[in-house]
C-alpha cells in the first residue's frame, strides 16, 4: 500500500459514514459546503 491510499480508504469511509449519520438532515447541503 503506498502512503496516500490509506487516506483515500478512510476518506471514502468517513464520506460514507457522514453520508449515513447526516442524510437525513436538512443542512446536509450546507455541511457539504463546509467540508469543501
Do not use: N, R, T, V
Not at 503506498?2 to 457522514?18: N, T, V, Y
Amino acid at each position: 500500500m503506498k502512503p496516500g491510499e490509506a487516506l483515500d480508504i478512510e476518506s471514502q469511509i468517513f464520506s460514507d459514514w457522514i453520508i449515513g449519520h447526516y442524510q437525513d438532515m436538512s443542512d446536509l447541503q450546507e455541511f457539504e459546503s463546509d467540508l469543501l
